[in-house]
């Protein structure tokens, strides 16, 4: 089974050269230390900047360089910093190639639930909704079950939405997956679990095809 480190690591490898990519609060900043060094990628931050590198080693943080949420970065040469207008101006242009994004809640048609829970205290949702509203390929990183040991992939998701229809893969903690009309297709296993593991981990409808191989990480 995958720890956080492990989901990212497995996520940077959809990354692909030439691409530019929104990275959500939560393990999907991690992914930006896993990304292959022969591929050049652009990471995009909704506070404004473009051009995100990996985390800083101890020491040698820029309490004035933080991502959206506020954790100290590093910039790659040739980052840039802007407002959020131009910020979202990307987002919402679909000029953002790959968008990854953390999720309380996915259900078996692709709705995403990532942004509030009924009762507790929430500033607000922030740009997920625009995220979620314009990007074409989002990929979400997560635990596939709960605290309480109840699954985060749905028939239906029972907390408010973050948007409909909008996922297409999603990486656990002990799969990968893909969104299909027909429901979760299991495409991976992450090492050590079995698929009735995940059978037994996933509420929603799970589509197995063939023999699952093992992720390679």
């Known amino acids: 089974m995958l720890d956080k480190n492990g989901i990212a690591k497995r996520i940077a490898q959809e990354v692909k050269d030439g691409y ?6 939560g393990i999907p900043t991690l992914v930006a230390n896993f990304v292959r060094d022969d591929i050049e990628v ?16 101890e020491g040698e943080e820029d309490a004035d360089i933080i991502n959206a949420g506020k954790q ?3 910039t790659l040469p040739g980052a840039s910093f802007f407002d959020s207008a131009m910020s979202f101006s990307m987002i919402r242009g679909q000029h953002v190639d ?12 692709g ?14 949702m922030g740009g997920a909704m625009d995220l979620v509203a314009s990007a074409e390929n989002i990929i979400v990183a997560m635990m596939h079950t709960n605290r309480a040991g109840a699954s985060k992939l749905l028939k239906k998701c029972s907390l408010p939405l973050t948007g409909v229809g909008c996922v297409k893969k999603i990486v656990t903690n002990m799969a990968v997956l ?3 009309p027909k429901g979760f297709e299991l495409l991976e296993r992450a090492p050590g679990v ?3 593991d995940i059978i037994k981990a ?16």
């Open 20 to 25: 530019y990519v929104n990275l959500g609060i």
């Open 111 to 124: 709705d995403i639930a990532n942004w509030k829970i009924p009762g507790k205290m929430v500033k607000g």
């Open 202 to 217: 996933t509420e929603g409808d799970l589509i197995i095809k063939a023999e699952v191989p093992e992720m390679s990480i």
């Open 98 to 109: 790959l968008t990854i994004l953390g999720a309380m809640e996915v259900s078996e048609n």
């Open 194 to 196: 079995s698929v009735d």
């Open 42 to 57: 652009e990471f995009q931050s909704e506070n404004g900047v473009l051009g995100m590198g990996p985390f800083p080693f």
């Open 178 to 180: 893909e969104v299909t």
């Open 72 to 74: 100290t970065i590093t």
